[in-house]
C-alpha cells in the first residue's frame, strides 16, 4: 500500500497544500518544531481517525481557524477525506462518500508508526500498552473497533450510575444491567487480544533473537484482568467498593502485556536497551501482522526513532521496512548523510513549509 498525495489545509502549522509523495522512503528533514511530526500526524489521522499523540482533535486545527481538513489519496485510488471542525464533530469520508461511522475508517489506510513513545511502551503504564493493542486490533478488525466502543460506553454508563447510586439517586438493582454488558462485550475483546498476543508472542520473539544475534529470548504474554467467565460474578461481588470507589474494578479496560526477556519481566528488570529493543521488536511485529493479516504493507511513519537506537538496532530496523512505503523524520545533515537511502525523496520542513 502507497500514499500518492497528501493534502493538507488547516493543519496545525503547516501550509496548505499537496504533496505528491514517493513510493519509498520520503525524509520530512528541518530544524525542531517546524511542522514534521504535525505531517505524519496528518497521515496518521486518516489512517486511525486519532492523533499517534493522543492529541484531540481540535489541537489539530491551525490555532487561528476554526477547521482543518486532511484528503490522502492511495496508489489503489482510496481517497479518504477528515475534517475536523470546532466545537463541532470531525466528518470523514471515503471515496467521496460520507460514513456514519469513524469505525469505517479503520483498514483503508493501513500505518505503522514509530516514536520514541513506542519505544518507551514497555517501560510506560498499561494504558499505553493496551492503545498500542488496541490500535493495531482496530486496524485489524472494525467488529473489534465497535466492540470496544460498546464496551466503553457501557462502562462509562455504569459509572455514571455507581455516583448516582453512591449519591443515593439511584437504585443497585440497575448495575447488573451494565455488569451483563461488560462481561459480553469484554468477552469478545478478550478473545480478539488473546489470539493477537499470541501471534505477537511468536513473531516478536522470532525477531527479538534475530535481532540480539540469539542472545536474548523474549516472550510477550496477555495478561487479561479477569477470565471473562469470571467477570459478571466479580463485579457483581464488588458492588460495594465500586459503589464507594466510583469506579468499575474488573474488566478489559485494566488488562495488561508482559514482555519477559530471559524469563525475567522486563518492565521490571529490563536494561533501557532491552527495553528499547522488546519495543521494537513488538512494533515490527505489529508490522509483520498487519502485512500477513491484510496482506499489504502497512505504510510505516518513523518519527525520530533512529536516533533512538543504537547502529545494529538501526541498521535492522531500516532493513526491515525495506519493501514499504516509508514516512521519517530526520534533523541533522549528519542523519541524512547516515540513514536517507540514495533514492529517497527528502522533503524539507520550515516553519509549517513543505518544500
Ligand atoms: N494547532 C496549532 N496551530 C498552529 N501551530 C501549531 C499548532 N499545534 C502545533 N503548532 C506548531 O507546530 C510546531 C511543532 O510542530 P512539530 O511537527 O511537532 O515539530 P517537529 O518538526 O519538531 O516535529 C510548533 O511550532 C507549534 O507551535
Ligand atoms: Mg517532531
Redesign the pocket.
Known amino acids: 500500500m502507497r500514499i500518492h498525495t497528501v493534502c493538507v489545509t488547516g ?4 501550509q496548505d497544500g499537496e504533496h505528491e509523495l514517493f513510493p519509498g522512503v520520503n525524509i ?1 528533514f ?12 496528518a497521515v496518521y489521522v486518516c489512517s486511525t481517525g486519532r492523533s499517534q499523540r493522543g ?1 484531540a482533535d ?8 476554526s477547521e482543518s481538513r486532511v484528503r490522502v489519496e492511495t496508489d489503489d485510488s482510496t481517497l479518504i477525506d477528515i475534517h475536523l471542525q470546532r466545537g463541532g464533530k470531525k466528518s470523514v469520508a471515503i471515496n467521496h462518500l460520507p460514513t456514519k461511522r469513524l469505525g469505517d475508517l479503520f483498514g483503508n489506510l493501513l500505518t505503522v508508526s514509530f516514536s520514541p513513545e513506542d519505544l518507551r511502551i514497555i517501560k510506560q503504564g498499561p494504558k499505553e500498552r493496551r492503545r498500542f493493542m488496541d490500535m493495531e486490533l482496530c486496524q485489524l478488525s472494525r467488529i473489534y473497533y465497535s466492540e470496544l466502543l460498546s464496551y466503553y460506553r457501557a462502562l462509562r454508563q455504569r459509572n455514571n450510575l455507581l455516583r448516582q447510586i453512591k449519591q443515593e439517586r439511584a437504585e443497585r438493582a440497575t448495575l447488573f444491567i451494565w455488569n451483563s454488558q461488560l462481561a459480553t462485550h469484554g468477552a469478545k475483546i478478550f478473545a480478539r487480544r488473546k489470539e493477537f498476543c499470541e501471534l505477537l508472542n511468536n513473531i516478536a520473539g522470532r525477531l527479538h533473537a534475530a535481532i540480539t544475534n540469539h542472545n536474548e529470548s523474549l516472550q510477550v504474554i496477555y495478561k487479561p484482568d479477569a477470565a471473562p467467565n469470571d467477570v459478571e460474578e466479580r463485579l457483581n461481588a464488588n458492588t460495594e467498593r465500586d459503589i464507594t470507589r466510583v469506579s468499575t474494578s474488573v474488566g478489559i479496560h485494566r488488562d495488561d502485556i508482559e514482555f519477559i526477556v530471559n524469563d525475567t519481566n522486563c518492565r521490571v528488570y529490563g536494561s533501557q536497551g532491552q527495553q528499547r529493543t522488546a519495543a521494537l521488536s513488538a512494533k515490527l511485529a505489529e508490522m509483520e501482522i498487519i502485512k500477513q493479516t491484510k496482506n499489504k504493507n502497512p505504510i510505516l511513519l518513523l ?2 526513532v533512529l536516533s533512538e537506537l543504537d547502529i545494529n538496532r538501526q541498521r535492522y530496523l531500516l532493513d526491515s521496512i525495506s519493501g514499504s512505503q516509508v514516512i521519517m ?1 530526520l ?1 541533522g545533515m549528519e542523519d541524512i548523510k547516515r540513514f536517507a537511502p540514495a533514492d529517497a525523496r527528502i522533503m524539507a ?1 520550515k ?2 513549509s513543505i518544500t
Do not use: P, W, Y
Not at 493543519?11 to 503547516?14: E, G, I, P, T
Not at 528541518?30 to 500526524?41: H, M, S, V, Y
Not at 481540535?58 to 481557524?65: A, W
Open positions: 493543519f496545525r502549522n503547516l520530512l528541518g530544524d525542531n518544531a517546524q511542522g514534521k511530526t504535525n505531517f505524519l500526524e492529541s481540535r489541537e489539530m486545527i491551525n490555532h487561528d481557524l518519527d525520530d523524520t534533523t520542513v516553519q509549517g
